[in-house]
């Protein structure tokens, strides 16, 4: 009989809480996670995870105390490590928790995985304070009722105000979603949640929190049935929170930490003194990739990345968006030719099963960075940026109602992108992006054209 992970014979003891985690999902449990397990000192490091606006996984990961399986699934064999760096799992609803662990002088280091769309910012990289939900929480926070909060930015400022007053001393954050220069975005969010909410903070704010740039890569697809199946038929175990991943992993990260953290650079990560030219290497070359076969390959038929990157026209549509990304990438041609011959390889990966509508998501979100700074560049260096026009032709479709179902977590303000004829609804789109090269738009409508619209 299939037996559930435990402590008692599988992982490690209970660390203690020196990390909280917002955000408790699969690449969480994928990226960071995994980091903190194989640090030399995993011992000392216990990470407190809280999940978004559900507990999901987490009611499955208390249950077998908060351990887990990692399958890292190559393109032949599959390997297994049962991940023990989650002390303890929360729901996002327990801010009570949240701020208990923030006034504790061992916890120093808090990382986040929340998604682009869960940092509310507004089109100038500012906090959205226009957002009622972004309001109601200033206006908790300046009242003193912290637990009532309910965004991201509230819990983060929040947790911050409670520590100050607790004089619990200096506390590092980690931003690890797919941002440019992430830390100077989460710098700038809670700045600006603090000088509205409670700027006697702001003090605390300069002098003891640091903020870190990073740059993460790991595809993590959604977790299914299969990978259960394949943990209970190899380990004997009944693992319901297990996940797969890829063997390849990356993390780079810029920035001083204003307290102790766990040696992740003996598990494989790198600190640089500036991550901007790998984070424009991924943000590009992997995410808008991703994001192009999302919108244009399930236009053509494709589910999977595999599936995508092995159809000619679709690896052909990829290479002429990376030929545009390279020519504006600040690193040497053959340091970006052996990243793309690796990415290759990645999507190539049958066995990942990695889910095209899964990357879809958040289209309004991710283009802005993914796609369209190379395509300006490109446009204003003379060039014809195909590749690149073809995935703003491709998401146009999407808004449509072609390819992948549609999911944005700003559904409400591009919903009117879609409407009208085709025609209209290019100029709408390269109106939200900030378009406004009459050839591209041209282009972008007959790429639309060509695609079916």
């Given at each position: 009989?299939?037996?559930?992970?435990?402590?008692?014979?599988?992982?490690?003891?209970?660390?203690?809480?020196?990390?909280?985690?917002?955000?408790?999902?699969?690449?969480?449990?994928?990226?960071?996670?995994?980091?903190?397990?194989?640090?030399?000192?995993?011992?000392?490091?216990?990470?407190?995870?809280?999940?978004?606006?559900?507990?999901?996984?987490?009611?499955?990961?208390?249950?077998?105390?908060?351990?887990?399986?990692l399958v890292s699934?190559?393109?032949?064999?599959?390997?297994?490590?049962?991940?023990?760096?989650?002390s303890a799992a929360?729901?996002?609803?327990?801010?009570?928790?949240?701020?208990?662990?923030?006034?504790?002088?061992?916890?120093?280091?808090?990382?986040?995985?929340?998604?682009?769309?869960?940092?509310?910012?507004?089109?100038?990289?500012?906090?959205?304070?226009?957002?009622?939900?972004?309001?109601?929480?200033?206006?908790?926070?300046?009242?003193?009722?912290?637990?009532?909060?309910?965004?991201?930015?509230?819990?983060?400022?929040?947790?911050?105000?409670?520590?100050?007053?607790?004089?619990?001393?200096?506390?590092?954050?980690?931003?690890?979603?797919?941002?440019?220069?992430?830390?100077?975005?989460?710098?700038?969010?809670?700045?600006?949640?603090?000088?509205?909410?409670?700027?006697?903070?702001?003090?605390y704010l300069d002098?003891?929190?640091?903020?870190?740039?990073?740059?993460?890569?790991?595809?993590?697809?959604?977790?299914?049935?299969?990978?259960?199946?394949?943990?209970?038929?190899?380990?004997?175990?009944?693992?319901?929170?297990?996940?797969?991943?890829?063997?390849?992993?990356?993390?780079?990260?810029?920035?001083?930490?204003?307290?102790?953290?766990?040696?992740?650079?003996?598990?494989?990560?790198?600190?640089?003194?500036?991550?901007?030219?790998?984070?424009?290497?991924?943000?590009?070359?992997?995410?808008?990739?991703?994001?192009?076969?999302?919108?244009?390959?399930?236009?053509?038929?494709?589910?999977?990345?595999?599936?995508?990157?092995?159809?000619?026209?679709?690896?052909?549509?990829?290479?002429?968006?990376?030929?545009?990304?390279?020519?504006?990438?600040?690193?040497?041609?053959?340091?970006?030719?052996?990243?793309?011959?690796?990415?290759?390889?990645?999507?190539?990966?049958?066995?990942?099963?990695?889910?095209?509508?899964?990357?879809?998501?958040?289209?309004?979100?991710?283009?802005?960075?993914?796609?369209?700074?190379?395509?300006?560049?490109?446009?204003?260096?003379?060039?014809?940026?195909?590749?690149?026009?073809?995935?703003?032709?491709?998401?146009?479709?999407?808004?449509?109602?072609?390819?992948?179902?549609?999911?944005?977590?700003?559904?409400?303000?591009?919903?009117?992108?879609?409407?009208?004829?085709?025609?209209?609804?290019?100029?709408?789109?390269?109106?939200?992006?900030?378009?406004?090269?009459?050839?591209?738009?041209?282009?972008?409508?007959?790429?639309?054209?060509?695609?079916?619209?």
């Open positions: 009989m299939a037996r559930r992970l435990n402590r008692s014979t599988d992982g490690r003891p209970v660390a203690d809480v020196r990390i909280v985690h917002l955000g408790l999902g699969n690449f969480f449990r994928a990226h960071q996670a995994w980091y903190t397990d194989r640090a030399p000192d995993a011992a000392q490091w216990g990470i407190a995870a809280f999940a978004g606006r559900s507990m999901g996984i987490g009611a499955e990961l208390s249950r077998q105390q908060n351990l887990y399986t699934v190559g393109p032949e064999r599959n390997e297994y490590r049962v991940i023990s760096s989650i929360h729901s996002g609803h327990d801010v009570a928790a949240l701020l208990d662990y923030f006034v504790r002088p061992e916890v120093s280091v808090v990382t986040m995985t929340i998604t682009e769309a869960g940092y509310l910012c507004n089109e100038q990289g500012r906090l959205d304070t226009s957002n009622p939900d972004v309001a109601d929480d200033i206006e908790k926070v300046g009242s003193g009722n912290l637990v009532a909060v309910r965004t991201a930015p509230g819990k983060l400022a929040a947790g911050l105000l409670s520590r100050s007053r607790a004089g619990a001393g200096p506390i590092t954050l980690v931003c690890c979603d797919n941002l440019p220069d992430n830390g100077t975005m989460l710098a700038t969010v809670l700045g600006d949640f603090v000088r509205e909410a409670c700027p006697e903070a702001s003090a002098d003891e929190v640091g903020f870190i740039t990073t740059m993460v890569d790991r595809i993590t697809p959604r977790a299914t049935d299969a990978t259960r199946q394949a943990v209970l038929d190899e380990c004997g175990v009944d693992d319901p929170a297990a996940l797969a991943t890829e063997p390849f992993s990356e993390w780079v990260l810029a920035g001083t930490f204003t307290g102790p953290r766990p040696s992740w650079e003996e598990a494989g990560a790198v600190f640089v003194d500036d991550v901007v030219p790998h984070e424009t290497r991924k943000l590009w070359l992997l995410n808008g990739a991703h994001s192009l076969m999302a919108y244009a390959a399930t236009i053509v038929g494709h589910a999977t990345v595999a599936d995508a990157i092995t159809d000619p026209i679709v690896r052909g549509w990829v290479d002429e968006w990376w030929d545009v990304a390279q020519r504006h990438l600040e690193l040497p041609d053959d340091v970006i030719a052996d990243y793309r011959a690796a990415l290759l390889q990645r999507f190539s990966n049958p066995r990942m099963k990695d889910q095209l509508s899964r990357i879809a998501a958040d289209g309004s979100q991710k283009l802005p960075i993914r796609i369209v700074p190379a395509l300006l560049a490109d446009r204003k260096a003379g060039n014809s940026p195909l590749g690149a026009e073809r995935a703003v032709a491709a998401w146009t479709l999407h808004l449509r109602g072609r390819g992948a179902p549609f999911n944005d977590a700003r559904s409400d303000k591009i919903a009117h992108l879609s409407d009208g004829s085709l025609e209209d609804s290019v100029d709408k789109v390269c109106e939200f992006l900030e378009i406004d090269d009459r050839d591209s738009k041209a282009s972008i409508l007959t790429l639309a054209r060509q695609l079916g619209g």
